[in-house]
C-alpha cells in the first residue's frame, strides 16, 4: 500500500472522471441529498454531489445541514449504499410457464447486468459488501446475480475526514480508513482529493486522467484528518469477544428491557449493509399460464419469518430482538468467521426510538445485579 | 468445497398417490425427463423443496431408499396453504423439484453399530428412507430399535412397513400412542418411558436418529444418556422455515446454524446450547 503512488485529484477532474467512466461503459452512480437524506443515485455531473452537506446522526435522528465549506463529502453516510445494487431490493429468481396440459416448464431469468461505477463510498461500506460476499459468493452455493454484479462494480471509495455520533467502525475494526476491496480511494483536501489507485483499473482510471503526483504536505494532510475522524469516534462495542458476551447472558433481564422499547419496525435491518434476509414469494399470471418466483429484502422482526409447519417461532419482540441481535454479533461469526456488524451505526440512526446495539451491549455484559441508574 | 449455482426446479410428475391418514399423503414422483431422473442422487435425511405451480415452494424430506427406487416417495402433512394445494394434486399431475438439500442421516457412522430410531408424528418420514437403507443392506448394520409415537391411534403412518420391519431379523419396534383408539394393539406410553425398556446392549456403539416434535427429541436425550449412549452419537432432524435451502434466505437459521445446509440432520452436541430455548 506504501509503494503505491499518491495522486492529486482536483475538483475539476471529476466530471473527466465520471466522463471516462462511462465511456467504458459504466453507469456512474453517486451520492446526492434527496428528502432530508444522502441517496445514492445516477449520478451525471460533480454537481450532482452533496457540496457543503454535513450530517448530524444520534441514535433515532437523521438530519442534513448546510455549512460554508464546500467540500463533498463532509457528510458520513446515508440510509443505504452498496447493498441494493448488488442484492437487489426485490427481483425475480426464475419462471415458470404451464401448458394446456399443465406440464411445467422452468425458466431461469437472466438480466442484462449493468456496469456500474459507485463514487463515494465509505469503508464502512467496503466493509459491509466484504461481509455479504461471504454470505453469496464465499459459501456453499453461490448467488449469480450477486456475483455478476459484483464483478462489474468499479469502486470509487472517499475516507471519511469527520465521523458521526454513531459511527464505530474504528471499534470493529472496519475503517474509517479504507483499506481493501476499492478500485480508487480518495481523501478529500481544500480544491480536491489524495487519490490512491486500488486496483488495474483503478490505476488505468488515474492513467487517463494524467494528473500529477500529490506533494507530501497534501499526503500528510489528508492522512491526519482521516486520523482526527478515527480520534473522534465516541461509541464502541466492549474489547474482547463480543460473541461470548452474547451467548453467555442469553437470560440477561436487558432482552426485557430493549424489548419494551424496540417497535419490531424492521428499520435497523433494512439500513444494514450485512442483513441478507430475503422471503421468496409467488407471483402468478392472472390467466394462470404462468408464474414468477421472486424474491425480496425480509427481515427477522416480521411475524412470517420465523412461521414454519403452522406456527410462529418468535411470537414476541424480546425473541425476534434476541435473534437480530445474536445473529449479527454472535451467530455471525460461526456462520462467516467474521462479525455481521461493520460499525457504521445506521441501525442506531434510523431507529425510530434510537436503540444503540453498543449501549445494549455494554448492558448485556454487566452482571444483572449491579445498579444502574 | 463445492460450489454450485443457485438451482431451478425440474418437472416431475406424480405417478401414484396415496392416502396415509387424515391430512396425510404421499407423493410418488418421478422426474419427467429420464436424463434428470437418472442423474438424481440422494442420500437418506436429505430433502427437496417441492413446487406447486403458482403456490409456491416447501421444503419435503425424501423418504425412499436412495439405492432401491424408481420412482422416489415424498409423504406430506398439511398444514398450510401450499401443503393444502398439494393434497389436491392427483396422478398425472406436474409439481417443481429441486434437490437435493441438507446434510442426511449418518449412515456411514453407523455402519456395524446397532441403531435407535426414535421419531414422533409425520417426522417418522424422514427416518423411513434411513430404515429402508439399512434393511436392504441389513448385514452391515446391528440391532435395530424402532419408536414412533402418535398423538392419536389414527395418526399412524406407514403401519404395513413397521410391521413388515418388526419382522425383521434383530429388529423391535415400538408403536405407541397418546390416546390410543378401541383397536390399538400397542402402547399408549411416551417414547421417553419406552427407551428404558428397548434392548441397547452396546450403549457405546449405538447411534440413536430422532426425528419428531422438538420438545420430544429434547426429553429424549436424557434416557439415551442415561442407557449409555454417546451424545456425539444422536443425531436429530430439525425444521424450520426453509425458503431457499442454499443457507441464503436467512429464515432457517438455529443460531449459527442454517438448517437447509448445515442440517437438517445434526449431532446432538452442536444443537445443546441453544436447544429448548425459546425464539431459536
Excluded at chain 1, 185 to 195: N, R
Excluded at chain 1, 308 to 320: A, C, E, I, M, P
Excluded at chain 2, 239 to 264: S, V, Y
Aim: glycine residues 8%.
Amino acid at each position: 500500500m506504501t509503494d503505491k503512488q499518491k495522486l492529486w485529484l482536483p475538483y475539476r477532474k471529476l466530471d473527466t472522471m465520471l466522463t471516462v467512466l462511462r465511456n467504458w461503459g459504466y453507469q456512474t452512480v453517486g451520492p446526492q441529498t434527496r428528502d432530508g437524506a444522502i441517496v445514492y443515485d445516477d449520478l451525471d455531473s460533480a454537481d450532482e454531489l452533496p457540496w457543503g452537506v454535513y450530517d448530524v446522526q444520534n441514535p433515532g435522528e437523521y438530519r442534513l445541514e448546510q455549512s460554508e465549506d464546500q467540500q463533498a463529502f463532509s457528510w458520513n453516510n446515508g440510509p443505504q449504499a452498496i447493498k441494493p445494487l448488488l442484492f437487489k431490493p426485490k427481483e425475480p429468481l426464475w419462471r415458470v410457464e404451464r401448458d394446456d396440459n399443465g406440464a411445467l416448464t422452468f425458466k431461469e431469468v437472466t438480466e442484462e447486468v449493468n456496469k456500474t461505477a459507485v463514487i463515494g463510498v465509505r469503508a464502512c461500506d467496503l466493509a459491509g459488501m466484504a461481509v455479504q460476499d461471504r454470505t453469496f459468493i464465499d459459501d456453499q452455493y453461490v448467488d449469480e446475480k450477486y456475483q455478476k454484479r459484483r464483478q462489474n462494480l468499479f469502486l470509487v471509495a472517499v475516507n471519511c475526514v469527520y465521523s458521526g455520533n454513531n459511527c464505530f467502525c474504528v471499534s470493529t475494526g472496519d475503517g474509517p480508513q479504507c483499506t481493501h476491496s476499492y478500485d480508487l480511494v480518495l481523501t478529500e483536501l481544500t480544491d480536491g482529493f489524495v487519490a490512491e489507485a486500488g486496483s488495474e483499473s483503478g490505476q488505468t482510471l488515474v492513467d487517463e486522467l494524467d494528473i500529477a503526483n500529490a506533494d507530501h504536505a497534501s499526503v500528510e494532510h489528508a492522512q491526519s484528518r482521516v486520523d482526527y475522524a478515527a480520534r473522534t469516534q465516541t461509541k464502541k462495542l466492549p474489547d474482547g469477544s463480543v460473541r461470548d458476551i452474547i451467548f453467555n447472558n442469553l437470560d440477561h433481564p436487558q432482552w426485557e428491557n430493549v424489548a419494551e422499547r424496540c417497535l419490531s419496525c424492521g428499520n435497523c435491518v433494512m439500513v444494514c449493509p450485512t442483513c441478507f434476509c430475503h422471503h421468496e414469494t409467488e407471483v402468478p399470471s392472472l390467466d394462470g399460464s404462468s408464474s414468477e418466483h421472486q424474491r425480496q429484502w425480509d427481515s427477522c422482526f416480521t411475524a412470517g419469518h420465523s412461521y414454519f409447519g403452522g406456527h410462529v417461532l418468535r411470537d414476541d419482540t424480546k425473541s425476534r430482538y434476541k435473534q437480530w441481535l445474536t445473529h449479527k454479533l454472535a451467530s455471525w461469526w460461526d456462520q462467516f468467521g467474521t462479525s455481521g456488524c461493520i460499525g457504521c451505526g445506521r441501525c442506531i440512526t434510523w431507529c425510530p426510538v434510537g436503540i444503540d446495539l453498543t449501549e445494549e451491549v455494554a448492558a448485556l455484559a454487566q452482571s444483572p445485579n449491579q445498579e444502574h441508574e | 468445497m463445492v460450489k454450485r449455482p443457485a438451482n431451478l426446479p425440474q418437472q416431475a410428475e406424480i405417478v401414484h398417490r396415496d392416502e396415509e391418514a387424515p391430512k396425510v399423503f404421499s407423493l410418488h414422483l418421478r422426474f419427467t425427463e429420464s436424463s434428470v431422473h437418472n442423474a438424481y442422487h440422494f442420500y437418506p435425511g436429505q430433502f427437496n423443496m417441492v413446487y406447486l405451480f403458482g403456490v409456491g415452494e416447501v421444503p419435503i424430506s425424501i423418504v425412499s431408499d436412495p439405492r432401491h427406487y424408481s420412482l422416489y416417495q415424498h409423504t406430506v402433512r398439511i398444514v398450510g396453504r401450499i401443503t393444502q394445494g398439494l393434497s389436491k394434486l392427483k396422478q398425472g399431475d406436474k409439481l417443481g423439484i429441486r434437490g437435493p438439500y441438507g446434510h442426511g442421516w449418518p449412515m456411514e457412522t453407523a455402519k456395524g453399530k446397532d441403531v435407535v430410531i426414535i421419531t414422533g408424528g409425520i417426522g417418522c418420514a424422514p427416518t423411513v428412507s434411513a430404515i429402508r437403507y439399512m434393511m436392504n443392506r441389513r448385514h452391515d448394520y446391528g440391532r435395530i430399535m424402532i419408536v414412533q409415537g402418535v398423538k392419536h391411534s389414527d395418526d399412524l403412518l406407514f403401519r404395513p412397513y413397521y410391521e413388515h420391519w418388526a419382522q425383521q431379523p434383530d429388529t423391535e419396534v415400538r408403536l405407541t400412542a397418546d390416546k390410543p383408539g378401541p383397536h390399538w394393539p400397542w402402547d399408549h406410553r411416551l417414547a421417553t418411558e419406552i427407551i428404558h425398556e428397548l434392548g441397547i446392549i452396546r450403549p457405546q456403539n449405538t447411534v440413536a436418529m430422532m426425528c419428531g416434535p422438538e420438545g420430544m427429541m429434547l426429553a429424549c436425550v436424557k434416557p439415551l444418556v442415561e442407557r449409555g449412549l454417546v451424545e456425539d452419537n444422536i443425531y436429530l432432524s430439525m425444521e424450520r422455515n426453509m425458503e431457499c435451502a442454499l443457507g441464503h434466505c436467512g429464515h432457517c437459521q438455529f443460531g449459527g446454524q442454517f438448517i437447509c445446509k448445515d442440517g437438517p440432520v445434526f449431532a446432538y452436541p452442536t444443537l445443546k446450547p441453544l436447544l429448548g430455548r425459546k425464539g431459536f
